[in-house]
């Protein structure tokens, strides 16, 4: 509306154009994701700790995905909620309010295991191990 009321038609075009090329770029790294994503199995990541490290408040499921290499397995609605698992027993749950990463919860198989087999004595370890791990939910 500036633009015409400055450059005339000129002004539209610049501002058409510039809008188009934000589109393209948005629906292009949309598809980069998901073809990166589609290429592995699903729910499946490398290391569910280091993807967990590299999590951040605010991050787009976008960012989740490229970040994971991986489509994550859907696991509920309200809040929405998706969920990876690695090969050393290690799982990340994470929660998206907006489409946008608000909490995620990681816990490891190894640290469950541990306390049943009775490993660890002492009861802040055992109620730490049995809350999951880690819980960013701060």
Excluded: K, N, Y
Excluded at 13 to 21: E, H, K, N, P, T
Excluded at 26 to 55: E, I, K, N, Y
Excluded at 69 to 97: C, F, K, N, Q
């Amino acid at each position: 509306m500036v633009g015409a009321w400055q450059h005339g038609w000129r002004g539209v075009a610049v501002a058409f154009s510039a809008i188009v090329l934000w589109l393209l770029l948005q629906f292009s790294l949309a598809a980069r994701a998901l073809r990166a994503a589609g290429q592995r199995p699903v729910g499946r990541v490398d290391s569910a700790v280091m993807l967990q490290s590299q999590l951040r408040r605010g991050m787009p499921l976008r960012q989740v995905l490229l970040l994971a290499r991986s489509l994550g397995r859907r696991v509920g609605d309200d809040p929405e909620r998706w969920h990876w698992a690695d090969a050393g027993g290690a799982e990340l749950t994470i929660e998206l309010r907006g489409g946008r990463l608000c909490a995620w919860r990681l816990s490891r198989a190894d640290s469950a295991a541990a306390v049943a087999a009775g490993d660890r004595g002492d009861q802040a370890a055992q109620a730490a191990s049995t809350t999951g791990g880690v819980d960013s939910s701060r």
